[in-house]
C-alpha cells in the first residue's frame, strides 16, 4: 500500500510541479519535527537521472525500506529538473537545484536527513541497494533520536 502511495505521490509532485510553482518551506517542517518525534529525508534527484529511477524503483519500493521510512521519517522530494519551485532553508530562498549546490551536492541522486535543530546528521549518495539503504536509515534515525 505504501508503495503504491509513494509512486502516486512522487507522480502527483512530478505533474503539479510542473504545471505550478510551489513553494516548499523547510524551515516549518523542520519545526514540525519538534511535534511528530521524525526525522526529516530529503530526496534531491533530476528528471531523466539512471540511477535516481533505480533508487526509485528497487530501493525505496522496498517493503522494509519504505516501512521503515514511513514509520520514521517526513519524506520531501525536490526535483531539480524544475527551476520554478522554491525552497526555504534557514531564511533563504532557493531554486531546487540551487538548494541542492548551497549544501554542496551538485550530483543526483541525493538523500539527506535533518535532525529538529535543522542539521543534516546523515547523507546518502547514489544509488544504494536496499540492504545497505536500511542501514542508513537506521542510523539516520539514531541520530535523530539522540537528541
Known amino acids: 500500500m ?33 511535534t511528530n518525534n521524525k526525522t526529516l529525508m530529503i530526496y534531491l534527484h533530476k528528471t531523466g537521472c539512471p540511477y535516481c529511477e533505480r533508487l526509485e524503483e528497487f530501493t525505496f519500493d522496498d517493503d522494509k525500506v519504505a516501512a521503515y521510512m514511513k514509520k520514521h521519517f517526513v519524506l520531501l522530494s525536490f526535483n531539480a529538473s524544475i527551476k520554478k519551485d522554491k525552497v526555504v532553508y534557514k531564511k533563504e530562498w532557493f531554486s531546487n537545484k540551487k538548494f541542492g549546490e548551497h549544501l554542496g551536492y551538485d550530483f543526483y541522486p541525493v538523500v539527506l536527513f535533518i535532525n529538529k535543530k535543522g542539521e543534516i ?5 547514489g544509488y544504494i541497494e536496499e540492504d545497505q539503504f536500511l542501514t542508513i536509515l537506521h542510523e539516520a534515525a539514531s541520530k535523530s533520536n539522540k537528541e
Open 121 to 125: 546528521i546523515q547523507t546518502a549518495l
Open 2 to 34: 505504501f508503495n503504491k502511495f509513494f509512486y502516486i505521490f512522487l507522480t502527483f509532485s512530478l505533474l503539479n510541479t510542473q504545471l505550478f510553482s510551489q513553494v516548499i518551506d523547510l524551515d516549518k517542517a523542520i519545526n514540525k519535527l519538534k
